[in-house]
């Protein structure tokens, strides 16, 4: 069953604005990574962060993670045309077999040029 | 893109056939996965290697087997091909070298698109 899920589910926006997502999941993680898959392509990692952390940067990408309210969220700034894509979050659940994501149904962000 | 290939990148088939997809990879990355994305359901993990001969089964693996004899090949066997199997199906690969026992970044391969008549 998925353990993570993304809200919205779609989002569309003008390009230049930031675009926020977000995901909940329910038991406890050993680290969440966000992935973005373009149309019809393989998915690509955009950024981890770790149990014991609560905000990361890369670039125009701001993950946060709220233990205590299992939930994350990915900012992007400054959101350009390139960047429409599906976006998933998955996460590493602590206690369970090592080395296996479960991922949620993503978020299709679409930007306006 | 990681040295991730899989094979065929499109597939039509018929009901009741078995159907084998290949994932190969030049990364020597030690663990493996077969994933399958429909709409509606994200990405749902089928089966996985941890290692030569070493395969466990993921949420959704009735219906598939998967074979590794070689670190650089992870075979998806369809077995008797049915419409529900009808999907896009992923391999990744993670080198799970951390010091940490977590799961690490994933890297994708391009896809397979099957569909079954």
């Known amino acids: 069953s998925q353990q993570g899920e993304e809200d919205p589910q779609a989002l569309s926006i003008q390009e230049g604005e930031n675009a926020t997502m977000n995901c909940s999941y329910k038991t406890s993680i050993n680290n969440l990574q966000w992935y973005r898959q373009n149309s019809g392509r393989g998915l690509v990692h955009l950024i981890l962060?770790?149990?014991?952390?609560r905000e990361k940067h890369s670039g125009r990408l701001r993950v946060t993670l709220d233990t205590s309210k299992k939930s994350s969220s990915l900012l992007i700034t400054a959101s350009r045309a390139a960047d429409t894509a599906s976006y998933f979050c998955a996460t590493s659940n602590s206690g369970g077999s090592n080395y296996k994501l479960t991922f949620g149904k993503g978020t299709l962000l679409t930007v306006n040029p | 893109d990681a040295g991730i290939t899989q094979s065929p990148r499109h597939k039509v088939t018929e009901t009741g056939t078995p159907v084998t997809l290949r994932c190969h990879q030049t990364e020597n990355h030690r663990y493996m996965y077969w994933y399958r994305q429909d709409p509606g359901h994200g990405l749902r993990l089928i089966h996985y290697s941890y290692g030569v001969k070493d395969t466990d089964k993921g949420e959704v693996s009735d219906g598939y087997s998967v074979s590794r004899s070689k670190t650089e090949d992870f075979l998806l066997t369809l077995e008797s091909a049915t419409s529900s199997q009808t999907s896009v199906y992923f391999c990744a690969i993670t080198s799970g070298t951390g010091s940490r026992a977590e799961a690490d970044t994933q890297y994708f391969g391009p896809g397979t698109r099957l569909t079954v008549l």
């Open positions: 962060i770790r149990s014991n952390e």
